[in-house]
């Protein structure tokens, strides 16, 4: 099969991030592309679109694509004062985002994950959160580790260590920060200490487990008072100072992605819908997705509302009202090169 | 009062007589008519010359004087005395005297009045006649208009001749003929002096046609002489050539058998001739593997051959009837003979027909693994060449088999060229009169074994369709589209393309038929170079059917990106481990090996997984379909079954401990058993030193 034919049928999104402005949206995935998608364009797109004549149009495409590395995944995507950060295996780097030009310029700086002496693999960079107060980049990689690295200078400040498998997901609040593992906890750090000041171990609750998911915890998403985790064991919803899990949510399936939507909690993974619940775990919402995975979600709620979810799939499927389907972007056109 | 008034003109007229002639001489009764004419002519003149208007008052006045006498004697009668009387008679003198002028004067008028008619009728007597000339003039000169009419439209013989222009007239012509100074001025005698040149030309090319003429028939003369004397030779010839046979056969010269192919070539319809002729001609040069033989009927041929030269000498005459009818020959024969259905009948047949002679090919002759003869035939009515392949190999297995049927392995040799549409775009109305369709002929041709109608097959021999290029009449048709260029510049690819596909076609074969028989040696790889320790087993490799590929819902999105089509060969492998079983449907490309066998695995194992519904699966899925033909044509299904089986047996091996009990424990060595946000597996295979380790793509 062709390297075209294989990027229709094989692509994976792995990572999303919305521009500062929140009118662009950067999807990047396992074959190292970056598509680029004009937020404004697709509004347009869908202020004519009847939900009847959805079918016979053609799917709406990105606005370009850009190669980061073609043997690398971009396992993360974040976007920081006019910089699109890339995560990818072994290396975060700063991309110029050119918003005039609509175009990604030349790598500006690049951090190297240090790789541990005994591993023969570069270590992925799986999540990336930023502190945009304090201008700090906290990155989850495979090497059991957070690192945190100033944006101003590009050094690694600290180093969390104390995880036993690689990281799923980082996220932060103040000055605490939170870690999803494949080790089956959720760490809580205190920043400034550098130090666990806290851990859930989700699997070890027997209302929790799915033994035969396993017991990793991929995605971990907080308030000032609450914390949603999940994975290979059910999501659960906690409260944070009393550290008891308040609510299940009944997510059938592995869980990758969580969301705090207003009074609302969003649930994705490996699952062909995407749920929403309330705070009291009720669900509120099935919507479909296009992949049997979903392992990205970001949404926002200006300057347009919506909702994209990327996963296991050559479709991104764009919410604009969060409770239905209504864009479907076909990333890669299966037009012959 | 007569009487008076008669003596009283008499005496007045001789009072006239004495007064004017006073000729008293001419006595007796002569005397007195010509007096009489006299007066009369006298007093017709007179009447002439006094003028009318006078005598008319003349007349006024006698009446009143009359009248006054009247009175005077009526005054005097009552008087009745003897003066009175005396008087009366005095009076009546006096008015007999005026009664005479009365008379006189009437007398006049009558004459005059007489005149004027006669005068009168005179004038209208000239009038008459005057009108009488002017009606014969206006009809003569009628007349004469019309005479120069027909003057005008009078065609003279000479205007349908065609002359030669005035220019070459000029420069051509004598000075004897042409007088310049006269006839430039003149039309007329310029026209007089072209048509005398014309004549002298005309003569003169007639007395040249005669000679040549009789020039053509001396020619023609010595020509049957020469053509004599020539057949008297063949015996000759004929018996020198028996003669030297031993020698030819001792010499093993096949110099005869040449020549008898060759006449059989010459017989060939116009495509298979230059297929014949190019393909034999590179075989000779390039490639002594490849053979070809003309099969069929010659006798049939040479009569076809026959009646098509003749049809073509009066086809002239029969176009326009003609054009809807390709068929050379037999037709007209028929055409009175039988009623309508039945014409239509023999036109469908003729239509249909082939020509009696094929080509065939044969590739990779007396090779032990088994050769392809390729026949290939001509259907002058419909224009095109269709393609039949006939196998001949050995050993054969079941799944296997069908990569070598005759089915398909001649399709695709140029892409999308299923031999399922006419090539020629003209057929669809042909077959339209006979109410067939397309469809309809293509089983109809395969039902006759003929093959099908490919479209390298076309360009093979030379014939080229291009769909706007009028072809009317066959002759055209025949000059136009049938390129001798064309069918040199395809033959050594197309022989190329049939020979890589026939090879491709055997190695896929053997792949098979190794896959069937689960003859396959799983340790030795070219692309995963380290050697791996494989737990499942393949237990079934089978041919299965487009209607059963297309049912799979895991398969929709291949078929949907046009990646698999209902001409691929489709197989479906059954891998088991334990109690899970991956069942992987593969579909192998017509074109193989420019496209690679696309695999769809489905998983059963806990619930049944494939792509749509498991990201793993998807994942292993990729990794499976992710080799190239480039290097690895021979071994592609065994390598790509490995990493099917391989990617079977991690994906049990990572999954199963979360099982309990644990039916499949860690058997390969690898890294991680999960990467990345997405878990993934380590599906591939590296070496690391001595060791095999299994590491994410």
Redesign the interface.
């Known amino acids: 099969m062709g390297f075209s034919s294989r990027k229709l049928l094989y692509n994976t999104v792995l990572s999303q991030t919305l521009s500062e402005c929140g009118n662009f949206l950067f999807v990047g995935n396992n074959f190292g592309d970056i598509f680029i998608l004009s937020l404004e364009r697709l509004e347009a797109n869908n202020v004519e679109y009847d939900a009847k004549e959805l079918p016979n149009k053609s799917p709406l495409e990105p606005t370009l694509i850009f190669t980061v590395d073609s043997k690398a995944a971009v396992n993360s995507l974040k976007f920081h004062r006019g910089f699109l950060i890339v995560g990818t295996v072994g290396s975060i780097a700063g991309y110029v985002w050119n918003e005039d030009k609509q175009q990604i310029g030349k790598k500006s700086w690049e951090v190297k994950i240090p790789s541990a002496p005994e591993s023969i693999e570069a270590a992925d960079v799986n999540f990336m959160w930023v502190d945009k107060a304090s201008d700090n980049l906290f990155a989850g990689c495979g090497d059991h580790a957070v690192y945190q690295i100033s944006l101003e200078d590009g050094r690694m400040v600290r180093t969390f260590s104390g995880h036993k498998d690689y990281i799923h997901c980082v996220t932060g609040l103040e000055n605490n920060l939170y870690s999803a593992s494949e080790d089956g906890t959720i760490v809580f750090w205190d920043i400034r200490e550098c130090k666990q000041v806290g851990r859930l171990e989700p699997h070890t609750n027997a209302d929790l487990a799915r033994p035969e998911f396993g017991k990793w915890q991929g995605t971990v998403s907080v308030t000032n008072d609450w914390l949603i985790c999940g994975g290979g064991p059910r999501a659960s919803m906690w409260h944070l100072r009393s550290l008891e899990c308040t609510n299940i949510l009944p997510f059938p399936e592995k869980v990758h992605c969580s969301e705090f939507l207003d009074d609302l909690i969003v649930i994705a993974g490996e699952h062909p819908f995407l749920h929403q619940y309330s705070f009291n775990a009720e669900v509120v919402a099935e919507v479909p997705i296009s992949g049997a995975s979903a392992y990205s979600v970001v949404l926002q709620n200006e300057p347009i509302k919506l909702m994209s979810v990327g996963g296991a799939s050559n479709f991104l499927d764009i919410y604009t009202n969060f409770n239905y389907r209504d864009l479907i972007v076909k990333l890669y056109s299966s037009k012959k090169d | 009062m007569v009487n008076k008034d008669s003596s009283e003109k008499d005496s007045s007229e001789k009072k006239r007589r004495k007064g004017s002639s006073g000729d008293s001489s001419s006595g007796g009764k002569q005397n007195k008519e010509d007096a009489y004419e006299n007066v009369i002519r006298h007093e017709e003149q007179e009447a002439h010359r006094r003028s009318a208007d006078k005598d008319k008052t003349m007349f006024y006045q006698t009446c009143s004087e009359l009248k006054k006498i009247f009175e005077e004697i009526a005054a005097l009668k009552k008087d009745n005395t003897e003066k009175s009387n005396q008087e009366i008679i005095e009076k009546r003198i006096q008015g007999s005297l005026i009664f005479v002028a009365l008379k006189k004067l009437n007398r006049l008028d009558k004459i005059r009045l007489r005149a004027g008619r006669d005068a009168l009728h005179k004038e209208k007597l000239r009038v008459d006649s005057n009108r009488l000339q002017l009606q014969n003039l206006l009809y003569e000169a009628n007349h004469l208009k019309r005479e120069v009419q027909r003057c005008y439209q009078f065609k003279s013989q000479d205007e349908e001749i065609d002359l030669v222009s005035e220019e070459e007239f000029y420069k051509n012509a004598p000075e004897s003929i042409s007088r310049p100074q006269k006839t430039k001025s003149d039309e007329h005698a310029r026209r007089l002096a072209r048509l005398d040149w014309e004549l002298h030309e005309r003569k003169e090319l007639s007395a040249l046609c005669k000679k040549l003429s009789i020039a053509k028939q001396d020619a023609s003369k010595d020509i049957g002489l020469k053509a004599e004397r020539l057949n008297s030779l063949a015996p000759c010839l004929e018996a020198l050539l028996k003669a030297t046979r031993p020698l030819q056969i001792a010499l093993e010269m096949d110099i005869e058998k040449e020549w008898e192919v060759q006449k059989s070539a010459r017989l060939l319809s116009r495509p298979l001739y230059l297929v014949y002729a190019n393909v034999s001609a590179y075989a000779e040069a390039c490639d002594s593997s490849i053979t070809t033989t003309i099969e069929g009927d010659e006798d049939e041929a040479k009569i076809l051959d026959d009646e098509d030269k003749c049809d073509d000498r009066d086809d002239d005459d029969n176009q326009e009837s003609d054009n809807e009818d390709l068929e050379p020959g037999n037709r007209k024969v028929h055409h009175k003979r039988y009623s309508k259905n039945e014409t239509i009948e023999i036109r469908r047949k003729n239509l249909l027909k082939p020509h009696p002679l094929s080509v065939s090919l044969t590739i990779n002759k007396d090779s032990p693994h088994g050769q392809i003869i390729i026949t290939l035939r001509y259907f002058p009515g419909l224009g095109f060449v269709t393609a039949k392949p006939t196998i001949e190999i050995n050993n054969t297995g079941v799944a296997a088999g069908e990569v070598i049927s005759t089915e398909n392995i001649l399709s695709c040799i140029y892409a999308d060229d299923f031999g399922e549409n006419s090539p020629n775009p003209k057929t669809k109305y042909q077959i339209d009169e006979y109410h067939m369709n397309e469809a309809e002929l293509l089983a109809y041709l395969n039902e006759q074994n003929f093959g099908k109608p490919y479209k390298w097959a076309q360009r093979f021999c030379g014939i080229d369709f291009v769909p706007d290029k009028p072809s009317t009449s066959r002759s055209s048709f025949f000059s136009d589209t049938v390129s001798y260029e064309l069918a040199q510049e395809s033959v050594p690819s197309i022989v190329k393309h049939l020979k890589s596909r026939w090879q491709a076609r055997l190695g896929l074969y053997k792949q098979i038929y190794a896959l069937e028989n689960k003859n396959i040696d799983l340790s030795s790889d070219v692309i995963d170079v380290a050697p791996a320790r494989i737990s499942s087993s393949l237990v079934q490799w089978l041919s299965t059917t487009w209607e059963e590929y297309s049912s799979s819902l895991s398969t929709q ?2 078929i949907e ?3 698999v089509t209902s001409h691929d060969l489709f197989y479906r492998a059954v891998i088991t481990r334990g109690s899970a079983k991956l069942e992987c449907l593969v579909c192998i490309s017509s074109d193989f090996p420019n ?2 066998p ?1 695999w769809n695995l489905n998983l059963c194992w ?1 619930g049944k997984h494939n ?5 793993a699966i ?2 292993m ?2 990794w499976v ?2 080799i190239s033909t480039a290097k690895t044509k021979s071994c592609i299904l065994s390598a790509q079954l490995r990493r099917a089986m391989s990617g079977f047996d991690i994906f049990l091996e990572t999954e199963g401990p ?3 009990p644990a039916e499949f424990t860690q058997d390969k060595t690898f ?2 058993a ?6 993934s597996r380590p599906y591939k295979i590296v070496q ?1 030193g001595s060791n095999v380790i299994y ?1 994410q793509i």
């Open positions: 999105r291949f990106e046009n990646l496209t690679t696309i806990n792509a749509i519904n498991n990201a998807r994942e899925e990729h379909n992710s979360f099982y309990s890294l991680k999960f990467r990345g946000r997405q878990r690391n590491k």
